[in-house]
């Protein structure tokens, strides 16, 4: 008869060194996870490190095509780009006019689109009355608020026409003054032309004795012409910017 011992002492031994064992495979494991790491940004930087240097050997090529190449030559080439560059900006502004062309018509098939199934809808569900309210409601409440914006524009409208009509009366009104100022300064200098014309008659009739008199006389009526003809040039011009018609009307 034959019987296995096992102390509790070879247990724990057992057990520390299967517990020592696990952690040592965990540690190798983040060990070859980390240098798989490693091993990825190694490999990034030296393809990083290439990139440039092969960027630099570039770069290096150009410059000394440049040193070849004539001034005139960079200088047409430079050109060219910038012709390429504004013809890509002409285009990119076409192409976003297009798309806003096409985003207004997208916007006005979805509307009608809208329409149709609100009629379909109306047509389909007419046994079902709380669809047929919810849809006539909404579409109250859209038609209220185009019938408000109308209203609303209807009433800026109606303000802007009569402000132009209190205008139009006020310019009318100045119109007609000018008018019957420009007929009273009319009379006034015909009336002085005439007068002057008679006093030249009689001053080529009458005696020399009389000539000084006549000629102060021939300087006041002068200048009540001049004045009167200043004046009436300045009602012309009044007029002119107050209504076209007068003004050629005055001229003529």
Request: hydrophobic residues 35%; glycine residues 2%; contains cysteine.
């Amino acid at each position: 008869m034959s019987c296995t011992l096992s102390s509790p002492g070879m247990n724990g031994t057992l057990e520390k060194v299967l517990a020592d064992a696990k952690s040592l495979v965990e540690r190798l494991r983040n060990h070859d996870n980390a240098a798989e790491m490693l091993i990825e940004q190694t490999t990034s930087l030296n393809k990083r490190v290439e990139s440039m240097q092969q960027y630099q050997e570039e770069i290096d090529s150009l410059n000394q095509v440049a040193r070849h190449r004539p001034r005139s030559s960079l200088v047409l080439g430079i050109q060219q780009e910038n012709r390429q560059i504004r013809e890509l900006q002409q285009e990119n502004k076409e192409l976003r006019t297009s798309l806003e062309e096409h985003q207004s018509a997208l916007e006005l098939i979805m509307t009608k689109y809208r329409e149709q199934v609100f009629r379909l809808l109306m047509t389909s569900k007419r046994d079902d009355p709380t669809i047929v309210t919810q849809l006539k409601e909404q579409h109250t409440t859209e038609m209220q608020a185009h019938i408000d914006k109308i209203n609303e524009m209807a009433s800026v409208m109606r303000k802007a026409i009569e402000v132009d009509e209190g205008r139009i009366c006020e310019e009318e009104e100045r119109i007609k003054q000018l008018e019957l100022e420009n007929i009273g300064l009319r009379e006034l200098l015909g009336i002085s032309r005439e007068a002057f014309l008679v006093l030249k008659r009689e001053d080529a009739s009458e005696n020399t004795s009389l000539s000084p008199l006549l000629t102060s006389a021939d300087v006041s009526l002068r200048k009540n012409s001049s004045v009167l003809s200043l004046l009436l040039e300045h009602l012309q011009h009044d007029a002119a910017e107050l209504h076209p018609r007068l003004a050629t009307q005055t001229q003529a």
